[in-house]
Nanobody, 119 residues
Framework: QVQLVESGGGLVQAGGSLRLSCAAS????????MGWYRQAPGKQRELVAA???????NYADSVKGRFTISRDNAKNTVYLQMNSLKPEDTAVYYCNAEGYGLGYPFGSWGQGTQVTVSS
């Protein structure tokens, strides 16, 4: 079983910055993709950013140029640096990881961390 623990959410004013972290632990053989998703009240969960083990990244159009995803493979940790935050970035942010455990593939979600951007 693989667990993901997120940290770094909070309340920030528009234009401010936050950094989210997500650490994976458990029976991990390898992690392929790691990513961040978000879900605002009344909306579907959407991809914010993703990164492969080789460092290739993918961003939602709404965050390009403002958010940066990175990962530390040695620590099984993914980060999301969020700059120039807007009120519309307010949501619960979830970490996701996909890879292989000891003989089985896995896809795991974190518990979510609240990000609130005030205007």
């Amino acid at each position: 079983q693989v667990q993901l623990v997120e940290s770094g959410g909070g309340l920030v004013q528009a234009g401010g910055s936050l950094r989210l972290s997500c650490a994976a632990s458990g029976s991990i053989f390898s992690i392929n993709a790691m990513g961040w998703y978000r879900q605002a009240p009344g909306k579907q969960r959407e991809l914010v950013a993703a990164i492969t083990s080789g460092g290739s990244t993918n961003y939602a159009d709404s965050v390009k140029g403002r958010f940066t995803i990175s990962r530390d493979n040695a620590k099984n940790t993914v980060y999301l640096q969020m700059n120039s935050l807007k009120p519309e970035d307010t949501a619960v942010y979830y970490c996701n990881a996909e890879g292989y455990g000891l003989g089985y593939p896995f896809g795991s979600w974190g518990q979510g961390t609240q990000v609130t951007v005030s205007s």
